[in-house]
């Protein structure tokens, strides 16, 4: 049993090492103790820590070793007085004291908190390794007469190391140290020839001579960069000449570390790329000027040949450029005719691994000879009650390039936002804050049409700062609640006018077109938040219809909101169905206030609160009447009501509140809940 429990730790110490060239031995001692943690026989404390520089007590030393070499649990009584059953060590001690490993101290004690002395711990390993006594190893150092036989054999075995005085404490490092030392002897271990990369994920180990086994634990794998790569598979050959072990990714085209039973072997890992480049967009950008774009970065040296692009009709191709990235190639077109198509033919373009694409002669464009640039019109400019302004061009404009920030300037402003509208002709922009009674000049520049003509610099847009602007509102999100309930978020406070106005159209589920003929809406704010509507559905007479399904994706459109942004959908949104229902409200709680006054308090919010709609009485006695609820107002929306009794409730005295049907939730739809089935919903309450 002991030898097993030995070849397995010293597989352990194999593992997620780092391996430097000259082997394992190299290990700090910290590293050797979180091997011998993960195996479960040493420990370290709540905060993580290992403690190398603490003492060891003898009963951790003897939870060590029972670990450590699976010995039996022992049914005998106590041995020792001061380890009775009940204490966490006593399997442990038990057990060492009956493999005669560890001995009391006299007075059948065993002193489980009394510190492991290192003369102690030589002593215990040689016992535990079975090894014959060196009486005439001569060494340096404090160690009492009983103990200098072990002492000696300890340091000629290379398990502890020389020191002054041997009676001092061994601290938690020592023991890792020792145990440690005693078995990276370890004498079967694989006969290397070599070791080779195969694949980022395959590496074989080529043995000297034969073996019958291939434990996966004796393998550890890690990069030059000190990362671990785990081991998935350990396969002996039919032969068992060689082992093929499965990794996850290495790193490619680097140097890796392979432990073997405790030797490290460097291979260089391959590289995996095989795949070809491909163009995957080929798009215009100026007049006559065009980008491809490739699945990978590719070889600048083969990217910018000519003699890998052609077109059709004579059209000359110049000026290519590979951009930083190296995934796109720009260049530029001779004078072309107009709806005339080209087709282009690219090959023998190259990614960085070799990779060479495969020729494509099926890209194409439309010829076109617009050489007008596009003009903005001063009459369209103007700056609007957000303070937004609008650019409006002559034609249609590059919407990628039109919406960069950086074609607008403004003295004394920042461009904050540009966008284009959906015909391609109008731009949006909005600035920082602009001051009252100022005169911006906005100036325009770079923006091309859609041929690839660049506009003039324009500049003397003049407009007056608006420094208290309508500030515009965003939707942020939908959400659905419930089944029929969804809330719907703003980037900034909206008015009560607002959440009054606000309409909902449902417009798509799972891309089918929605009908909400005879839908009706409750919309209220969401409690502590100006941001947040939350809305609730009915259909005809059904007040809690299902109507967002789970698994469901709709898209709904919010309207009704000043300032609300809709240009491009924004104000539209999708959002999930889902499986929570919509309950009817209850009461949930209560609350003694005084002798006289209790408040009860909702699940939701609710209406139509009233007093005939509650009843007390003392449990199991006599009806006690309400005089009034302090809200005395039944269109009002409320989470709780405080209810004024007629008489005073008797101190200690268990009362019982029960409901009659009336209030609604704060649409109106759905009365309250005041049954469990057949049972009246009550709440329980002591008077005071």
Do not use: C
Request: glycine share 8%; proline share 3%.
């Amino acid at each position: 049993m002991r030898k097993i429990a030995l070849a397995l730790l010293a597989l352990s110490l194999l593992l997620g090492l780092a391996i430097p060239a000259v082997g394992a031995a190299a290990l700090t001692t910290e590293e050797k103790f979180q091997v011998l943690k993960r195996q479960g026989i040493m420990t370290g404390f709540e905060d993580g820590s290992s403690r190398l520089n603490e003492s060891m007590s003898r009963e951790q030393f003897a939870s060590v070793l029972y670990k450590l070499l699976e010995l039996p649990r022992s049914n005998s009584t106590p041995g020792f007085v001061d380890v009775l059953k009940t204490r966490w060590s006593f399997a442990a001690v038990q057990a060492v004291r009956s493999a005669g490993i560890m001995i009391g101290k006299g007075g059948n004690r065993f002193e489980p908190k009394a510190p492991v002395k290192v003369e102690e711990l030589a002593t215990v390993l040689v016992k535990v390794n079975n090894v014959p006594a060196s009486p005439n190893v001569g060494f340096v150092g404090k160690a009492s007469a009983w103990a200098k036989v072990a002492v000696g054999t300890a340091l000629s075995q290379g398990w502890i190391t020389p020191r002054n005085d041997y009676t001092v404490n061994a601290t938690r490092g020592v023991l890792v140290e020792a145990v440690y030392a005693v078995y990276t002897g370890w004498d079967s271990a694989l006969d290397v020839k070599s070791v080779e990369g195969l694949n980022v994920q395959t590496v074989r180990v080529n043995l000297k001579t034969k073996t019958d086994s291939a434990d996966i634990g004796r393998f550890s794998l890690r990069d030059d960069l000190g990362n671990v790569v785990p081991i998935i598979l350990a396969t002996l050959s039919g032969d068992g000449m060689s082992v093929l072990l499965t990794t996850s990714n290495q790193l490619e085209n680097r140097k890796h570390y392979l432990a073997i039973d405790g030797k490290a072997w460097d291979f260089s890992s391959t590289r995996s790329d095989l795949a070809k480049p491909t163009i995957t967009g080929f798009d215009r950008v100026t007049a006559r000027s065009y980008i491809l774009t490739f699945s990978e970065q590719v070889e600048s040296k083969t990217a910018t040949n000519p003699a890998n692009y052609s077109f059709s009709g004579n059209l000359k191709l110049t000026n290519l450029q590979l951009s930083s990235d190296k995934r796109q190639v720009t260049f530029s077109t001779s004078n072309q005719s107009d709806n005339t198509k080209y087709w282009l033919t690219v090959k023998n373009v190259k990614d960085l691994a070799g990779n060479v694409m495969d020729t494509r002669s099926d890209l194409s464009i439309i010829g076109n000879d617009d050489a007008v640039k596009p003009t903005i019109i001063d009459s369209e400019f103007k700056v609007n009650a957000d303070a937004s302004l609008t650019v409006k061009f002559s034609e249609k404009v590059n919407r990628d390039i039109a919406v960069q920030t950086g074609r607008y300037s403004i003295g004394g402003l920042a461009i904050v936002s540009a966008s284009l509208d959906n015909e391609g002709r109008t731009v949006t922009l909005r600035t920082s804050a602009q001051q009252d009674k100022t005169v911006y000049n906005l100036t325009v520049s770079g923006i091309p049409d859609q041929a690839g003509n660049v506009m003039d610099s324009k500049s003397g847009l003049l407009f007056g700062g608006i420094s208290n602007p309508i500030l515009p509102v965003k939707l942020q999100s939908i959400a659905a609640v419930n089944e029929n309930t969804i809330e719907i978020t703003f980037d900034r406070d909206i008015k009560d006018s607002d959440v009054g106005s606000l309409s909902v159209t449902i417009l798509k589920d799972n891309g089918a077109n929605v009908s909400m003929s005879g839908w009706s809406k409750y919309a209220v704010r969401k409690p502590g938040t100006n941001r947040v509507v939350a809305v609730q559905f009915r259909t005809g007479t059904d007040p809690n219809p299902g109507l967002f399904h789970p698994g469901h994706v709709y898209t709904a459109r919010v309207n009704g909101v000043s300032s609300l942004i809709s240009q491009d959908g924004a104000n539209e949104s999708a959002f999930a169905g889902t499986i929570v229902a919509n309950e009817a409200p209850y009461a949930n709680q209560v609350i003694v206030l005084s002798r006289t006054t209790i408040k009860v308090v909702f699940s939701e919010p609710v209406k139509n609160v009233n007093e005939p709609f509650f009843v007390i009485k003392e449990q199991g006695g006599d009806a006690v009447g309400i005089s009034r609820d302090e809200l005395n107002n039944t269109g009002a929306v409320v989470t709780e009501v405080t209810l004024k009794l007629s008489k005073d409730m008797k101190p200690g005295q268990v009362y019982e509140l029960t409901f009659k049907p009336g209030i609604t939730d704060a649409a109106g739809y759905n009365g309250w809940k005041t049954k469990n089935g057949n049972e009246d919903i009550s709440l329980l309450f002591t008077g005071v």
